[in-house]
């Protein structure tokens, strides 16, 4: 099988995507999938990459896009006309896939992107059409998104506006978008789409046969078990089962001969803006390894080498962040003259999982050897001239890396101290500590210990100093005195441990290089707007300043009191 990373499209607008053909270089057809948005996409990633990978090994060539303004293309959510931009990406990613040399062409739609492609593709004629669990009302799409982000946020997550915008779970929609969506749904009247037509829903949703049944000459239904895992659950759980009904159908509906497919035309490398509308470069990234995928965004003049930002997955999504916040931030950065590299780490994205690692895992130490090679690859010079920006699980995975890099700084969003209280997070070799480390977790999970950040000061010394679990404080300190600036972002509950802790070596810390900033919500997944948009401004002003070494001594601060901290 042979995949790899594409720009293609109107060159001053390009669109990214990844383009998988058969590895006999022959193909039976090709297949665009077109994913959700929002959230859905974050989470729904790893199975529409299955979903091409199973496609290629069955003699399909497929192509995955990101709309006109998501992932990694180019444009914002914010910008003019987004639902016609949506569209024509789709239009665009079907003349593409067309230009490999496939004989026939079939679309996978999931979510809204069955909506999307539906609208976007009248008299097309496909082979065949796939809608996979469809949104085929935009009313009904947008609400969900504003049930969603309710609940994720509670009140006063997102404070009310007046300016039309829908906001929801990971994404805003502006007004113009919202009020397009609101009138977007299948026309009754509309000519079929497609030869044969697959209906992919949910037990309870046998209402949308109603809605779909004149879009294909030849119509099935086939009803879904595991959508709400893959759509509510952990976004490393792909779905198989449906993915694998899905291959078997689009490989029973192209049986011709297969024909010789090729790479089309694409480029490696495209110009984009920011959202002040200033140009910046991306290109795919790679590790020297092959292993590890990622974009690299720079100033276009950008001379020789320099210190580098690496913007690391949240959790288990991919590398453009909670809401596209990487995304964004990278090129706003680059604006501003800072290079960056947004990675996904193995088994996550689109890296590959490396020999003896598991895809899906977190707080593992192959992800912070992921973080050491990255910084090693993109700064190789001097791979300390790194700057390293986790959020959650990869916060805590830069502030173990950093032990090793000694990098200009790291910045941790959301960073969980207490995880350094979960069991087997570095499983030491020695069998006598193993063994510890079992029983003070048995102990932990009955609740004979206490857990997450209610350990109190004394325990977390006398387990650091025995050598059971490393004091996430003391690692802390042992960075800012090699020199290393660290940000710290979190919400009151997780400041509220650094305060509790109140470890001598914190105190003494200098607020030039250490810093731990109090957000106003409690929104650990990003899910507001307004959190997002705090998270970038903060990081943004802290890596700025972090360009330039710091001098300033240490000084004592009052007990109880974290150095540096501040509270909007």
């Known amino acids: 099988m042979t995949a790899q990373p594409v720009y293609f499209g109107p060159r001053e607008r390009s669109l990214a995507g990844w383009l998988h053909l058969p590895p006999s270089g022959r193909a039976r057809g090709g297949v665009l999938i077109c994913g959700p948005v929002a959230r859905e996409h974050t989470v729904a990633y790893p199975s529409l990459r299955l979903l091409a990978e199973q496609l290629a090994e069955t003699g399909l060539a497929s192509l995955r896009l990101d709309y006109d303004g998501t992932g990694d293309s180019a444009g914002g959510m914010g910008d003019r006309d987004r639902l016609h931009a949506w569209q024509s990406s789709i239009r665009t990613g079907l003349q593409f896939l067309r230009s490999t040399g496939v004989p026939a062409v079939s679309v996978v739609g999931l979510r809204l992107g069955a909506l999307l492609a539906i609208t976007a593709l009248p008299g097309e004629q496909l082979a065949s059409f796939v809608a996979w669990d469809p949104q085929l009302r935009g009313r009904r799409f947008l609400r969900e998104q504003q049930v969603l982000a309710s609940v994720e946020t509670g009140p006063g997550g997102e404070p009310t506006k007046h300016d039309g915008a829908v906001h929801g779970f990971g994404a805003v929609f502006p007004a113009e978008l919202g009020a397009e969506l609101t009138q977007l749904r299948v026309d009754p009247h509309a000519s079929p789409v497609a030869q044969r037509f697959l209906l992919a829903h949910r037990p309870y949703d046998v209402e949308l046969l109603s809605s779909v049944k004149h879009l294909g000459v030849e119509l099935t239904t086939l009803e879904l078990h595991d959508q709400e895992q893959m759509l509510e659950g952990s976004p490393t759980r792909p779905a198989t089962a449906a993915v694998q009904a899905m291959v078997d159908y689009l490989d029973s509906w192209h049986p011709g001969r297969a024909g010789p497919v090729r790479v089309p035309p694409h480029r490696l490398a495209m110009q984009v803006q920011d959202r002040e509308g200033r140009q910046v470069v991306e290109r795919f990234w790679h590790s020297r390894d092959g292993q590890l995928f990622g974009v690299a965004c720079s100033p276009p003049d ?57 895809a899906g895992e977190v707080y593992t130490q192959a992800a912070v050897d992921d973080i050491v090679q990255v910084a090693r690859d993109v700064a190789a010079h001097d791979p300390s001239a790194v700057h390293l920006v986790g959020h959650c699980s990869s916060a805590w995975a830069a502030l173990r890396a950093a032990e090793v890099l000694r990098p200009r700084s790291v910045h941790a969003v959301h960073y969980l101290p207490f995880a350094e209280w979960q069991a087997d997070v570095l499983a030491p070799t020695v069998t006598e500590r193993t063994r510890v480390r079992t029983l003070l977790t048995r102990a932990r999970r009955s609740g004979l210990l206490p857990s997450r950040a209610d350990v109190p000061a004394w325990m977390w010394i006398l387990l650091d100093r025995a050598g059971v679990w490393p004091s996430p404080m003391r690692l802390i300190a042992g960075l800012v005195a090699a020199g290393t600036r660290v940000q710290v972002l979190s919400d009151d509950v997780e400041a509220g441990y650094f305060v509790s802790v109140r470890h001598r070596a914190l105190r003494k810390l200098p607020a030039s290089r250490f810093e731990i900033e109090v957000m106003p919500v409690r929104d650990h997944a990003l899910s507001a707007s307004r959190t997002r948009q705090h998270v970038a401004r903060s990081l943004l002003s802290s890596l700025k300043s972090a360009q330039t070494p710091a001098a300033d001594p240490p000084r004592q601060t009052a007990p109880g009191q974290v150095a540096g901290s501040s509270t909007p």
């Open 302 to 358: 950008e001379q020789g080498p320099g210190p580098r930002i690496v913007f690391l997955p949240s959790g288990f999504g991919h590398r453009v962040g909670l809401g596209n916040l990487w995304v964004d931030l990278a090129r706003e950065c680059a604006a501003q003259g800072l290079s960056s590299v947004r990675v996904d780490l193995s088994g996550l994205g689109d890296s590959s999982v490396r020999p003896g690692h598991v």
